[in-house]
């Protein structure tokens, strides 16, 4: 009787999502023209929580710096909540310095003569308990749990003297019931370098008492550190979906740890051969399945990923599901196994789907079909010839990060010149955006041509070849080396990114 209109229904979810037009949001940390940047405070780790209410970044001087979102705190109330009560959330997502600590220091491994830099690796957010927030860092060699909580600031009070008079007791000398102001004062502070005892004396000693006052102040707090289980450097780090495990992964052992107990983990990846020599890959990346506390992935320098399950055996060498993408004949080169290694692996938000980002391509894989990934996306296919160039300089072994967005219908990954690309992965979608990390976003935006539209499972994207111009992008702009956009994040539950050019967290909505 309705099928006309459920025929109608099924169309209009089959069409694909309209490219979004990206806006600028916010910039923290931007700087002047010609201003030089520091080492230290370049970003080198950007995530959101679970809500989407706070952002954390980590820098390479080891500091981890917190903001939270205000537009929806100023009404009160979840997004969610507003959309019940029909306020309108046009406004995009705004944020606010948080706050800041020192996470990691500089050390010396005097076993192996090593320098151990302080620069944080990642960063991920634990389950929030009692208004505190709880988040992991790592830096090459050792985690962190930090719990940051709102503290009352606690003051000293009824001193035995008064700024400007002598005081007995509480009370004013020259008056017999007025109670004198009660000052506070820094512990060892003294309220008048003037002052003289009165003749006499005072009448009465008494020991001050400390008082909760209604300011607060946010106090970071390292409540466990996981140290000397790893050989060489953490590469990642993920949290379980039972709130209680995490792993955190080198180039050759995943290492499963309880939040609680931070003197022992359990080895449960182990790809070190017998003999060194006989090394053909390392991990580069890992992380926990979203809902299922039993399974997680992880990626290799030989472009494949691997699924295991820790239901099957304590050490799960044996993995459950390996995929990869079978090389084509003939184009085999001295650089296919680089540009091949993955940099950084994250599962979507339903489980199903797992982007990978290796040099040249983002993949999106279905873990139910290992014959290959459903799409690929060319994110800077004008570099292929210059591929001898990166070799050279170490561009290559740049490490890209990649994000999905919270619907799983767009993926994003960054790229040189401050460039960052967003497509579409919704079957038909032909959205490939390049955006630049800076308050005009669109200033680069590339002219994608119209591609006939195929299913998700044999999509392939093919984004305009760049000219073979040295260094000329796809839209003629010059591309630099030194200026890449590794590190961004997607808002969980909303079209608004988060990026660092730098030492700069640039935000952008649609």
Request: proline fraction near 5%.
């Amino acid at each position: 009787m309705n099928g006309g209109d459920e025929g109608a229904e099924s169309a209009a979810q089959a069409s694909p999502p309209q490219p979004l037009e990206w806006k600028f949001s916010q910039v923290f940390g931007e700087r002047t023209a010609g201003e030089e940047v520091q080492e230290v405070d370049i970003i080198s780790a950007i995530e959101f929580d679970k809500t989407g209410d706070h952002l954390a970044t980590g820098d390479r001087g080891g500091r981890v710096v917190l903001f939270e979102r205000t537009d929806t705190k100023d009404h009160g109330g979840s997004r969610r909540d507003l959309e019940r009560m029909d306020y309108s959330t046009s406004r995009h997502p705004e944020f606010r310095y948080k706050t800041e600590f020192q996470s990691h220091e500089p050390e010396f491994d005097y076993l192996k003569s090593l320098e151990i830099e302080e620069k944080i690796n990642k960063i991920r957010w634990c389950q929030t308990a009692n208004g505190a927030l709880f988040l992991l860092s790592t830096n090459d060699k050792t985690i962190k749990f930090w719990k940051v909580q709102e503290k009352k600031v606690k003051k000293i009070a009824d001193m035995n003297v008064d700024p400007s008079k002598a005081v007995g007791n509480g009370n004013v000398a020259s008056s017999s019931n007025n109670v004198s102001p009660k000052p506070y004062l820094a512990n060892g502070g003294s309220p008048s370098k003037e002052f003289s005892f009165p003749p006499g004396g005072i009448p009465s000693l008494r020991l001050p008492t400390v008082v909760t006052s209604n300011e607060t102040s946010l106090v970071a707090r390292c409540r466990r550190v996981y140290a000397h289980a790893h050989d060489y450097h953490i590469n990642s780090i993920s949290n379980n979906s039972d709130g209680e495990t995490f792993i955190s992964a080198d180039d050759l052992r995943i290492n499963l740890w309880n939040l609680e107990i931070s003197n022992q983990s359990f080895n449960i990846v182990d790809v070190k051969p017998a003999n060194m020599e006989d090394l053909t890959e390392v991990i580069t990346s890992a992380e926990f399945h979203p809902t299922h506390c039993n399974m997680l992935a992880y990626s290799s320098s030989k472009g494949s990923i691997r699924l295991i399950d820790l239901r099957q055996s304590a050490l799960c060498d044996s993995h459950a599901i390996l995929f990869e993408e079978q090389e084509a004949p003939g184009s085999r080169s001295f650089f296919t196994e680089i540009i091949a290694s993955i940099s950084d692996i994250k599962f979507a938000k339903d489980g199903r789907h797992i982007l990978s980002r290796d040099y040249m391509t983002l993949k999106l894989w279905d873990i139910n079909m290992d014959s290959g990934p459903v799409a690929t996306f060319q994110v800077h296919e004008y570099l292929r010839p210059k591929l001898c160039d990166l070799y050279e300089n170490d561009s290559i072994f740049d490490k890209f990060e990649c994000c999905l967005s919270g619907d799983g219908l767009r993926v994003a990954t960054g790229s040189y010149s401050n460039l960052f690309r967003v497509f579409g992965c919704a079957p038909g979608s032909t959205e490939a955006t390049t955006l630049e990390a800076s308050k005009n976003p669109m200033r680069r935006q590339v002219q994608t041509p119209s591609r006939p539209s195929r299913s998700l499972s044999s999509i392939t994207r093919v984004v305009r070849r760049g000219s073979d111009v040295p260094g000329v992008d796809t839209n003629g702009n010059s591309f630099d080396f030194t200026t890449k956009l590794l590190h961004l994040a997607w808002h969980p539950t909303e079209n608004s990114i988060a990026c660092a050019a730098a030492n700069s967290l640039y935000m952008y909505y649609a």
